[in-house]
Nanobody, 121 residues
Framework: VQLVESGGGLVQPGESLRLSCAAS????????IAWFRQAPGKEREGVSC????????YALDSVKGRFTISRDIAKNTVYLQMNSLKPEDTAVYSC???????????????WGKGTLVTVSS
């Protein structure tokens, strides 16, 4: 079982990226999936999460209105649409799964390896 992120890259401020978290071995609509990021020299922080039960979503204050998490059940993939990117969004973004189905950033059960997002002019 594994989570694989993709979609990172180098963009200019104000541009957009869509990250994907594809799962093998799990059916993602049964679980909660969260996106985290870790910038150089900083601690990892939870960015956004989608829960199992009602698909409720949560987001870090600094990304509200710019980032949107969504789930495609047919593709067994969770996305993070990132708009109006800023240099401070530069980080390695990873997805993680909570097998109980709760958006508890401190109780994730498995992680992907991450994808690098660089926002720079």
């Amino acid at each position: 079982v594994q989570l694989v992120e993709s979609g990172g890259g180098l963009v200019q401020p104000g541009e957009s990226l869509r990250l994907s978290c594809a799962a093998s071995g799990w059916t993602l609509d049964y679980y909660a999936i969260a996106w985290f990021r870790q910038a150089p020299g900083k601690e990892r922080e939870g960015v956004s999460c989608i829960s199992r039960s009602d698909g409720a979503t949560y987001a870090l204050d600094s990304v509200k209105g710019r980032f949107t998490i969504s789930r495609d059940i047919a593709k067994n993939t969770v996305y993070l649409q990132m708009n109006s990117l800023k240099p401070e969004d530069t980080a390695v973004y990873s997805c993680a799964i909570n097998l109980v189905g709760n958006c508890d950033y401190f109780a994730m059960d498995d992680w992907g390896k991450g994808t690098l997002v660089t926002v720079s002019s």
